[in-house]
């Protein structure tokens, strides 16, 4: 049922609300119950100054009556119920449903949007539990003493008489591991509650080097102004850690080389046509689709073609350059779905691959993938080469009536209950496909 035709349910609602007889209502507004009644049940359709007068005894403005649930309520009912196919939910009665009930259905909404804020922080938790190397050094100490004790305790619980010098060697140990133990454990409960964000990052040069590209929009427009790449890093880098500074520094010539080819201004005026494309960019210029690629992820974030993602991973698949996108996340470490075009590329180097995809769980339109992998440095007598891929992310489908392909972003946090390519189980709990 559509939503303007809702009025006389609204109405129902906000009397009960308010503890108010049909019969009253009626008399207040001066039309018989029985009328009233038929207004009630979508049977008379009501306008004009009889709908502002039930408004104003009613409390509300007509609007509400009339238009009911906003359209954005409608959109997260409607997400919910995309979270949840299994569950027959009638979205051909989104409308009707949330006219009538409105509580209920701010609700299920509010509680939708909970859950999606609780799987992103499941997600960083996850990636941050996996791959940091403070804390893994923090519980691999942690896990170290308990054992020490456990040896040293056994030792004292063995029958027979142990010499007194050596029970209080024991004891001493038992005392000085304890005492570490008690440090490391409040050391781990202080780095996991930090609340200055940079305190909880894991610190590694490559993170550092992603932060600071994060911070700056991917956009440097010192290295597009024909700035050399050792002194804007030796600028942007300062604070820096010295290897994150030569990660910094790699990148930046990178940067400079693809603007020398690509310069900024001719690049925004040809996307106006070409959008981002990257075939037909790097045909204009005479380039590989690789850098037009790179270029595209580095256009301020005004351009005239909307922003892209960008993720390059060498032959292991780890990635040395990460531009993730609201609705395509991209994780900072390599544990990401292995359905992703990225990887398939490098099994298939100088072919290029586009792909729409579906983030799985996720809010959020389809995007389209092109992936396309090379070698990383010029060609060598008797040495076999060494690849790196590059994958594009841009916002939509690329083809009309193309069907996007639901992917996740790590088999830890995916929803995806079968999938061929899982490797490890779901902290979720979907169970990994039989």
């Avoid at 009328?35 to 007509?62: C, F, M, Q, S, T």
């Avoid at 911070?215 to 850690?241: K, N």
């Avoid at 996720?362 to 995007?367: C, D, P, S």
Wanted: proline share 7%; charged share 25%.
């Amino acid at each position: 049922m559509a939503r303007d035709t809702l009025t006389g349910s609204r109405i129902r609602e906000r009397r009960i609300i308010l503890e108010m007889k049909q019969t009253e209502l009626a008399q207040e507004a001066g039309i018989s119950a029985s009328y009233l009644n038929l207004i009630e049940h979508n049977r008379r359709r009501i306008g004009g100054k009889l709908l502002l007068d039930l408004a104003d005894i009613l409390g509300v403005e007509p609007s509400v009556l009339t238009e009911g649930a906003e359209a954005a309520l409608i959109a997260s009912l409607r997400v919910a119920a995309l979270h949840a196919r299994e569950s027959g939910a009638e979205v051909d009665r989104l409308d009707e449903f949330a006219g009538r009930f409105p509580g209920w259905a701010r609700l299920l909404a509010d509680g939708q949007a909970r859950i999606e804020t609780l799987e992103r922080s499941v997600e960083a938790l996850s990636d941050r539990l996996a791959h940091d190397p403070h804390l893994a050094d923090a519980l691999h100490e942690m896990l170290s003493t308990v054992t020490s004790i456990r040896s040293t305790a056994s030792i004292l619980a063995e029958p027979g008489e142990l010499d007194p010098e050596w029970r209080r060697r024991f004891h001493r140990n038992i005392h000085e591991d304890s005492a570490r133990l008690a440090e490391t454990s409040r050391a781990i409960a202080s780095y996991l509650e930090a609340e200055d964000k940079a305190a909880s990052e894991s610190g590694t040069p490559q993170e550092e080097v992603d932060k600071l590209l994060e911070a700056a929009d991917y956009h440097i427009a010192a290295l597009d102004a024909g700035e050399g790449p050792e002194a804007v890093a030796a600028q942007l880098g300062a604070q820096l850690s010295a290897a994150a500074r030569g990660l910094l520094v790699r990148s930046f010539t990178r940067y400079a080389r693809d603007a020398a080819a690509m310069p900024l201004g001719k690049v925004l005026d040809a996307v106006v046509g070409t959008g981002t494309d990257p075939l037909a960019l790097a045909q204009r210029f005479g380039t590989d689709p690789a850098q037009a690629m790179r270029r595209l992820a580095t256009l301020p974030p005004n351009a005239p073609c909307g922003q892209v993602g960008l993720a390059i991973c060498d032959a292991s698949g780890v990635f040395t350059y990460r531009k993730p996108l609201p609705d395509f996340p991209i994780p900072r470490f390599g544990a990401d779905c292995p359905l992703w075009p990225l990887f398939a590329a490098l099994s298939r180097p100088m072919s290029v691959l586009s792909r729409a995809l579906q983030s799985a769980g996720r809010q959020g339109g389809a995007v389209t993938a092109i992936a396309f992998a090379q070698p990383s440095g010029p060609p060598q007598i008797n040495r076999e080469p060494v690849f790196e891929a590059h994958m594009m992310i841009a916002p939509g489908m690329s083809r009309a009536g193309e069907s996007a392909e639901e992917v996740g972003v790590t088999c830890r946090i995916c929803p995806r209950r079968e999938c061929p390519a899982r490797r490890e189980p779901s902290l979720l709990g979907d169970p990994i496909a039989g």
